[in-house]
């Protein structure tokens, strides 16, 4: 891990990814197909998750979605997407970031990314290749208090 000092500059935490498909979501529940290390979250330091893939439905008319939460299925959502309607079956394209930052404490945890059916009869999947990876990415964005707002991992 690159170091802290620089308090403006972003730099790289940690990147987790996949190279291979990852099973179907378990019929309607949530299905997690990529989880970090154990990582330290700094106490007053911000962070940007960054969720890469291509989203695979089984069937048609219905909404897929990717959440990033802490520690797997039931932790804390520190991202929830939009729901993805698939007319068709194939693989789309997503990437999405948000930002969270960290109170008075330092927090350790694993991330994890989730995929699940959001309505309709679809069960979905992540696709990866080695040319086309999908990955969980987290970098330091500096001070929390340059993100009011923000999510607080907890």
Do not use: C, H
């Not at 019929?27 to 890469?52: D, H, M, N, Q």
């Not at 994890?112 to 086309?132: K, Q």
């Not at 970098?139 to 999510?151: Q, V, W």
């Amino acid at each position: 891990m690159a170091s802290t000092e620089n308090a403006r500059a972003p730099f790289l935490v940690n990147y987790t990814a996949s190279t291979s498909n990852s099973s179907s979501d378990p019929g309607g529940g949530e299905l997690v197909w990529v989880t970090t290390p154990s990582l330290i979250f700094r106490a007053g330091r911000a962070y940007e998750v960054t969720v890469k893939g291509l989203l695979a439905p089984t069937a048609t008319a219905s909404e897929g979605q990717v959440r990033v939460r802490k520690t797997g299925i039931g932790g804390q959502l520190l991202y929830d997407s939009f729901r993805f309607p698939t007319s068709q079956i194939g693989n789309y394209g997503f990437i999405f970031s948000n930002i969270f930052i960290v109170g008075g404490a330092n927090v350790t945890a694993a991330l994890a990314s989730t995929v699940a059916r959001a309505s309709g009869a679809a069960l979905y999947s992540i696709s990866a290749t080695t040319t086309s990876v999908a990955y969980l990415k987290i970098t330091d964005e500096g001070p929390a208090a340059d993100f009011t707002g923000a999510t607080v991992l907890t």
